[in-house]
């Protein structure tokens, strides 16, 4: 079987994982991860086909970390006391950042010499959202020798996870549209802002 073969029917066990085959592997892995630590190095990939789609290649100056992210809103808890309901601010809160966003962030303070370059879904229970993210070592001469991914050793670079630059990041800020009906997106919502006052 050839590789592209592989990473299809890989790619097809996710795609409808309550159904695969691989279901109950990945809800006895999900107990272990719950009861570990939230940001943790791994030695390969867990979906080596979409890691593989992101940029990830196996050698030296790559790494991938599992980064895990509480589920649900921002809501606060209830203020007991003589005030008015309606200057609480505790309910229907909705972050400005998705999940996937700040995965990727816990995983840059772990690890403050390496840059994200992207990060995958690999799986939920009932209190975390777990994700993948791909890391790269910019100092590291196969990364800044090799052609394809030499762009990341680039000052303007530096700290791209902060400043939205990843796939999420983009997604977060409305900017996967086109430039047709987003043009309040660019270039930032706060900049764009400033421009009309």
Excluded: C
């Excluded at 970390?65 to 200057?87: A, Y």
């Excluded at 400005?96 to 303070?109: G, N, V």
């Excluded at 990341?152 to 796939?167: A, D, F, K, M």
């Excluded at 409305?174 to 706060?190: A, E």
Aim: charged share 35%; net charge positive; aromatic share 10%.
């Amino acid at each position: 079987m050839s590789f592209t073969n592989l990473y299809q029917e890989i790619r097809e066990e996710w795609k409808s994982l309550k159904k695969s085959e691989i279901y109950d592997v990945e809800k006895s892995r999900m107990i272990g991860w719950r009861h570990g630590p939230s940001v943790v190095r791994l030695d390969h990939p867990t979906r080596i086909d979409r890691a593989r789609a992101l940029g990830y290649k196996s050698k030296d100056g790559f790494i991938v970390v599992r980064s895990r992210v509480r589920r649900g809103g921002s809501n606060r808890e209830k203020i007991m006391g003589g005030r008015r309901p309606r200057r609480l601010a505790y309910n229907k809160l909705t972050r400005k950042k998705s999940l996937k966003l700040i995965a990727e962030e816990r995983a840059a303070d772990k690890y403050p010499n390496l840059e994200v370059l992207n990060s995958y879904y690999v799986g939920e229970d009932g209190l975390y959202k777990y994700y993948e993210v791909i890391l790269v070592d910019k100092s590291h001469p196969n990364i800044y020798n090799d052609p394809h991914i030499s762009w990341i050793s680039e000052p303007q670079n530096t700290g791209r996870v902060y400043r939205g630059l990843t796939s999420a990041g983009y997604k977060v800020r409305g900017l996967r549209t086109g430039r047709k009906g987003s043009s309040k997106s660019r270039p930032s919502i706060r900049a764009n802002g400033r421009l009309r006052r």
